[in-house]
């Protein structure tokens, strides 16, 4: 019988959970801002000044200077914001939709983005996953002239870390005029590129004709959907998306939360570069236990092989560490085998991590 999980204290490299302090290499808090004391501080301050929400108008100064950090951090002139990073590729899609006549989508494209494609009403072909060779043949087969593509993949995908080619995705994209990349970038943002863009940013792609969408409840340590835009596709999102007229924002104290991770991200670049070597501590070590890993800066790392993971799980459990299992095709982008999902956060110990490896090593 599977012990329920029952977490007594904030997200983080050491928590505790049903009455154990364990290694904790899970999740999405990947600078462990969640359980950081000043977010939570402002989190508690503006819950005490305006309350636990907005109500129907969002009339509060919190909302306000939440956009112009946001705007700072993405270099954008408007940031829309809604309650929640699940509906932020939605609000996304549905303000550019007269700006495309197909979609074309990776076939392993998070629930999010899957779920807003029917609101769009337009013809939808998959590729193969990571494959820009299948999406340069899907776009072949399907586009003419006069129309327009919408390319849609997760810039981070969730179970794996796979990263996507962006730019061999925008090379197939060249021949169609006015097409556009839409990606969901809720585990890059605050991770990926070399001030925290995100992945487009570390495709050196930002600028016309490429969006994305994110989350403030992954690096950012809070909660709420982010659409980076300029005035008119933030006028549009406004205008198309339902979400923003029937839905209220994130409380008042997540918005505080996340202005104040911003400004300590902004201000603590070792929290960047800690994760920078914990990911390459990890993926290295990994490496040479046997593992095919790819090297990338994504703090999600995943593991797969002739292994009883399940074995595994149990073995380091006992151990005090916490990983996940994930069963075959058991999420967005999950492969149709069992594998191990280990997240690394910038908080964790070069100790934590050597061992978490040899316990692995030892369990092979």
């Not at 509060?60 to 950090?69: I, K, P, S, W």
């Not at 979400?243 to 400004?263: C, H, K, N, V, W």
């Not at 670049?269 to 994760?275: V, Y």
Request: charged share 20%.
């Amino acid at each position: 019988m599977v012990t329920p999980v029952s977490m007594e204290t904030p997200l983080g490299a050491r928590m505790r959970i049903n009455g154990r302090e364990v290694d904790y290499f899970c999740g999405t808090s990947y600078f462990c801002l969640h359980g950081h004391p000043e977010v939570i501080e402002a989190a508690c301050a503006a819950t005490r000044q305006f309350g636990l929400g907005p109500g129907t108008l969002a009339q509060m100064q919190v909302y306000a200077d939440l956009e112009r950090r946001l705007c700072d951090w993405f270099g954008t002139e408007q940031v829309v914001t809604m309650i929640s990073g699940y509906s932020s590729p939605m609000a996304m899609l549905q303000g550019l939709r007269d700006d495309f006549d197909l979609i074309f989508i990776d076939e392993a494209t998070h629930y999010s983005a899957r779920d807003a494609i029917p609101t769009l009403n337009k013809p939808v072909h998959r590729f193969r996953h990571l494959d820009a060779d299948s999406l340069a043949r899907q776009l072949l087969r399907h586009m003419a002239p006069q129309l327009r593509a919408a390319v849609v993949t997760d810039g981070v995908f969730p179970s794996t870390g796979g990263l996507a080619p962006l730019a061999d995705y925008r090379k197939a994209m060249e021949s169609y005029e006015d097409s556009i990349l839409c990606v969901d970038d809720s585990h890059g943002v605050g991770v990926l590129g070399g001030s925290g863009r995100g992945s487009l940013q570390h495709a050196r792609l930002e600028g016309e004709g490429n969006f994305f969408a994110g989350t403030l409840s992954k690096a950012f340590g809070a909660l709420g959907g982010i659409v980076p835009a300029n005035t008119s596709l933030a006028d549009r999102i406004k205008s198309n998306a339902m979400i923003l007229r029937g839905a209220s924002l994130p409380p008042p104290g997540a918005a505080a939360a996340a202005i104040t991770a911003m400004r300590l991200l902004e201000t603590t670049p070792r929290m960047r570069t800690d994760l920078e070597r914990n990911v390459k501590h990890m993926r290295g070590g990994l490496r040479s236990l046997g593992f095919e890993i790819e090297d990338t800066p994504v703090p999600i790392v995943l593991v797969r092989g002739d292994v009883d993971l399940e074995r595994v799980h149990a073995e380091l459990d006992k151990r005090d560490i916490v990983v996940k299992v994930t069963p075959a095709s058991g999420y967005s982008d999950a492969p149709d085998v069992p594998t191990m999902r280990l997240a690394v956060f910038s908080q964790h110990t070069p100790q934590q991590i050597d061992r978490l490896l040899s316990s692995i090593a030892e369990l092979l």
